[in-house]
């Protein structure tokens, strides 16, 4: 999680808003994969 918000800030500070709005996906899309195998390990 923390990779993933290092990771938006700079892509966000050297590419500008589409860069950042990119990072953001990207990290969703980690966090939901996070999720969904936290839930599916634990069930």
Do not use: E, I, K, R
Not at 17 to 32: C, E, H, R
């Amino acid at each position: 999680v923390f990779v993933g918000s290092g990771t938006s800030y700079y892509l966000a500070a050297n590419t500008g808003d589409q860069g950042g709005v990119a990072a953001y996906l990207f990290q969703v899309t980690v966090m939901s994969t996070y999720v969904v195998l936290s839930s599916f390990l634990t069930a």
